[in-house]
């Protein structure tokens, strides 16, 4: 096993069953694991990062029972929609296999390769797949430069915490676009992961608006696809959003929808304006100081300045860019 985590720790997120409050929940989304294709189940399975590791890499090949733990992750996969569609089979099972088509849409396990894209030779992949790899690595690294989003530190309930930084370029290619907000959302879903050694599922999301520009903002029609699509595949991720220095359409688009909101979305969102407000809504959640370095408490600013995109890129999805603390307890 590498020094990234050990196999005594990797087998405890492995060993994770999920947080199934009642038996009815649990038979429930057993069923809708069954009304899966193999395939499918596999697919639905690799929404965990530790599982998608147990199948592809050498040195994260644990031995247990492999169909179990397929069905055990698929089942993870679908309690999430379950929940999300407040225990409607019908509609579960409808947000279930739309994910499932996305996530074959985006490649998602091309996604994570794109830190190997230097030396996918020595890999058992099709040219073509090989070919996607490079292309969503040069997505990303063109991507990063008009708007960063980095697993930039933890909660104070070992969440990861994702950094997205207001875009600064208007051009836009609609397909890297959607790779951007994909591989975001999955390094912040897997660092969770790891780092609460899968006890828990959700992350917390940073939006800073200090320096918007509207113009520089993506096309409506893919802001919309992004919404759609990663709505779909991330139901139950988000435990808190912070949106710090909105634009005032946002805050008043934001006042006449909060009314038709439910209690859970109302309780995930936070909007601040100044330090102050983001001060307080910050510590709230995170032991600054600790556990989110690209924070400065001198006037509330966070920085992306001197991160190195090809090293974020580089790193395994789990880690955060600058290391908090081991993965490993």
């Known amino acids: 096993m590498t020094s990234i985590i050990d196999k005594d720790a990797f ?11 009642t038996e009815d929940d649990e038979t429930a989304c057993r069923k809708l694991v069954n009304e899966l294709s193999p395939e499918q ?13 147990s199948t592809v890499e050498d040195d994260f090949c644990i031995l247990l029972d492999r169909d179990e733990l397929k069905v055990q992750f ?3 996969e679908a309690r999430r929609h379950y929940i999300g569609a407040n ?8 947000g279930l296999q739309e994910a499932i088509t996305y996530r074959e849409e985006f490649k998602i396990d091309l996604i994570r390769l794109i830190r190997k894209a230097a030396s996918l030779d020595e890999m058992d992949l099709t040219d073509d797949d090989k070919a996607t790899v490079r292309r969503y690595r040069g997505y990303l690294e063109k991507e990063f430069e008009n708007q960063m989003t980095v697993s930039g530190g933890l909660d104070k309930k070992d969440r990861a915490v994702a950094i997205r930084f207001s875009r600064k370029k208007p051009d836009t290619d609609m397909e890297a676009y959607l790779v951007g907000q994909v591989y975001g959302s999955e390094r912040a879903c897997a660092a969770t992961e790891f780092y609460t050694l899968g006890k828990l599922e959700k992350f917390v999301a940073i939006t800073e608006y200090a320096d918007y520009n509207s113009s520089n903002a993506p096309p409506m029609l893919s802001l919309r696809e992004m919404i759609v699509k990663t709505t779909c595949m991330y139901p139950e991720r988000l435990h808190k959003m912070v949106v710090t220095d909105p634009p005032f359409w946002m805050r008043t688009l934001f006042t006449l929808l909060y009314p038709l909101l439910s209690q859970a979305t109302k309780e995930k969102m936070v909007l601040t304006l100044g330090p102050a407000e983001k001060e307080k809504a910050v510590r709230e959640l995170i032991d600054v100081e600790s556990s989110l370095p690209m924070a400065s408490t001198a006037d509330w600013t966070m920085s992306y300045e001197g991160v190195d995109i090809q090293q974020y890129l580089d790193q395994h999805m789990h880690l955060t860019y600058i290391p908090i603390r081991s993965a490993i307890p």
Not at 11 to 21: A, R
Not at 41 to 53: F, G
Request: glycine residues 2%; aromatic residues 14%; proline residues 0%.
């Open 11 to 21: 087998t405890t997120i492995l060993s994770e069953k999920g947080d199934f409050e």
């Open 41 to 53: 189940q596999s697919t639905a399975a690799k929404s965990s990062y530790a599982y998608w590791l």
């Open 74 to 76: 698929a089942m993870r």
């Open 87 to 94: 225990r409607d089979y019908e509609k579960a099972l409808k």
